[in-house]
């Protein structure tokens, strides 16, 4: 094995000096007199050697450096290089040129020096790759390059490009990419309608204060653009300090004193290309926030959504003309179209089911071919069907596979009580149907269908079921009155979402609950559909029992129940709420291979978020997750987790606010 050289030297000179000291030895033996004169010249020498083993090493460093040998080859190939460049045996420095020396050694020379201890976390495999290695030295920043020799004595050259200033220019370049703001005034003509002229100005002028104050930190620009709505762009540098502060100048603005509580929307688009690409992700952004609820900020980047904030309720909008609208838009697309399907989520609920009872009496209406997509084995809307079937309208509900054979080119599907692709009951459905429309309620969340040619998405309502009982009032025609089955089942879906108007209602939800009574709905024969068989009351129960209070909240998990209990999980978990001190009720029950976890609350805690961290969503007060591949005991300990950094996230908006106040 080829020894190194600064190894070979050391063993050189080790071996010279104890052959030195065997002959002092020897002579000493031979001639004792000799001693006298040999140890005070040994000390001269020894003296000597220390005082110019620099200057020894100087001068062997120019040697080896050719600087000796003018016009020589190494030296008007390497040493003549700008570049600092170091030639290494193993991780031992042989040669370096002038550059080296001056920059990376401070004009010293390090000769047979360990290169470790010369370049700290050198790394010669990683300087051998395309990218080569950056390390820091002195301050400056090099982009390190390793080429191996061939020949029998391997050697390494290294070549150091020094990117200080080009780094800086690049890190100054990515501090000053513009990102795009749209900021809008939640719910505007509803808050400020009612208000004097003096008062609505007030408002205003506070929610202006605010905004140039939060941009005026930063080298950007506000323009209001609208009575409600203001563009802002700002430097990269000044939107990473905004997000690090989760944007809050959303509590800034809930905290203002006045008439009316007002909140704001944010839409940021940054990362992009240009600054119109910007734009529109901003735009996109806002769509996210506002079909969320609002009082939050939605930032869009080239990776995805990111959302901060959306602690308030959505505010309920008193004006019907979007219905309107949107009611005549639907009956054009239903007389286009060959046929119609009706679909929901997967394991449909009465809000789902009722919500397409009611959109199959339009197409009815019209003397369209339709009917609804549902698995009769996956429902909990059970009875709801059996209700239909017995009153000998069991044609109107199919599976996903008879739905696929019976499609056209120009087939209309109608999807209800939700967005997410994901969630669809039939996902070859969806994607075969090329006209496609969405009803639903649920807070906008990241996956939603982005290719309907109709979106009434209303975040404020408070079930699937009141927007299509307000679709039908502007339905004119008397075949569009729904039957008094068709109203419970609607009424029913109603009902649920609202646990029997307890929670998320507003004026519209019973203003759509007085017209389903006129038209024939019994709250008797509704409360019928929600009773439960004694099988499913026992799994009810023991999934209540085996509950445990977590942070404020009750978790409840379970192993695999049987098909016709899955109704038992949203049961349990609404039950769970009644006790004192549950804010928040997590039910997770294993399916197959997965577990399907069903969260709610009375709205002091944001199950929608907690849900997003899992992979789910939904509302504020109601939410849930499916997790694929997952334990039951991986997925109680993942809700744990997302529960603690809820409430982690509660406690520093809560201490951020206190400073402020």
């Keep these: 094995m080829d020894l190194k050289p600064r190894f070979t030297l050391e063993v050189f000179a080790g071996g010279m000096v104890v052959l030195s000291a065997l002959l002092a030895i020897l002579v000493g033996l031979l001639e004792p007199r000799l001693l006298w004169v040999l140890i005070p010249l040994a000390a001269l020498v020894a003296l000597a050697v220390l005082l110019l083993a620099r200057r020894m090493r100087r001068g062997l460093a120019r040697v080896l450096q050719c600087e000796s040998f003018e016009n020589s080859q190494a030296q008007l190939s390497l040493g003549a290089l700008a570049l600092p460049v170091a030639l290494l045996s193993g991780k031992t420095l042989v040669w370096y040129n002038t550059p080296f020396r001056q920059r990376i050694l401070a004009d010293e020379d390090r000769l047979l020096a360990p290169v470790g201890k010369v370049l700290c976390g050198l790394d010669l495999h990683q300087c051998g790759e395309p990218a080569g290695q950056v390390l820091e030295h002195e301050g400056r920043k090099y982009n390190i390059f390793a080429s191996a020799t061939a020949g029998r004595e391997a050697l390494t050259v290294l070549y150091l490009v020094d990117e200080t200033d080009l780094r800086q220019r690049a890190a100054e370049y990515e501090a000053t990419r513009p990102a795009y703001m749209i900021i809008e005034i939640d719910a505007y003509a509803e808050q400020l309608a009612e208000l004097k002229d003096s ?114 309720r959505s505010v309920e909008k008193r004006s019907r003309v979007k219905s309107r609208i949107v009611a005549k838009a639907l009956c054009d697309l239903i007389r286009q179209a060959d046929s119609v399907l009706i679909m929901g989520h997967r394991m449909s609920d009465l809000d789902c089911v009722g919500a397409a009872i009611g959109v199959l009496r339009i197409c009815k209406g019209l003397d369209a071919p339709a009917a609804i997509v549902v698995r009769r084995e996956a429902t909990l809307a059970q009875s709801v069907l059996e209700e239909f079937q017995a009153a000998g309208l069991g044609e109107d509900f199919i599976s ?52 309907a040619v109709l979106f009434f998405h209303e975040p404020y309502a408070s079930s699937t079921c009141e927007l299509v009982s307000e679709l039908l009032q502007y339905v004119e025609g008397q075949q569009f009155r729904p039957t008094s089955l068709e109203a419970e089942a609607l009424l029913a879906g109603i009902m649920l979402d609202t646990r029997n108007f307890g929670i998320h209602t507003g004026v519209r939800t019973f203003e759509a609950a007085a017209y389903l009574r006129r038209m024939g709905a019994m709250t008797e024969r509704v409360k019928l559909l929600f009773n439960s068989s004694l099988q499913e009351y026992t799994a009810k129960s023991n999934l209540v029992e085996n509950a445990d209070i977590y942070m404020g909240c ?45 969260a709610r609350s009375m709205g002091a805690v944001n199950v929608q978020v907690i849900m997003e961290q899992l992979g789910g969503g939904g509302h504020l007060t109601m939410a849930g997750a499916q997790l694929k591949d997952t334990t039951i005991d991986e997925a109680e300990k993942r809700i744990r987790q997302a529960i603690a950094r809820y409430r982690q996230e509660q406690a520093e908006e809560e201490a951020r606010s206190g400073k402020k106040r």
Excluded: W
């Design 199 to 312: 008062e609505k100005a007030r408002v205003l002028e506070g929610i202006n204060r605010v905004l140039e104050t939060y941009i005026g930190r930063t080298t950007g620009f506000l323009q209001r653009v609208s009575n409600a709505r203001y563009i802002a762009v700002v430097e990269e540098r000044h939107m990473k300090e905004m997000v690090a502060a989760k944007f809050d100048v959303l509590d800034k603005i809930r905290a203002l004193e006045g008439e009316v509580n007002v909140t704001l929307s944010i839409g940021v688009g940054r990362g992009g290309d240009t600054l119109r690409q910007c734009e529109e992700m901003a735009r996109q952004s806002l769509d996210m926030a506002l079909g969320r609820g609002g009082d939050q900020a939605a930032v869009k980047t080239p990776e995805g959504f990111a959302f901060y904030g959306g602690v308030s």
């Design 400 to 451: 996903p596979e008879v739905a696929l054979d019976g499609m056209t080119d120009n087939t209309l599907l109608l999807v209800v009580d939700t967005h997410i692709k994901g969630l669809l009951e039939s996902g070859d459905v969806y994607r075969k149907c090329r006209q496609v429309a969405v009803i639903d309620h649920h807070r906008k969340a990241v996956g939603h269908i982005d290719n």
């Design 554 to 598: 009750a978790v409840s998990v379970s192993g695999e129940l049987p098909p016709d209990m899955a109704v038992a999980v949203p049961q349990a978990a609404n039950d769970l709420l009644t006790i004192q001190g549950v804010g928040a009720s997590f039910v997770a029950v294993q399916q197959g291979s997965g577990v399907n976890i069903s």
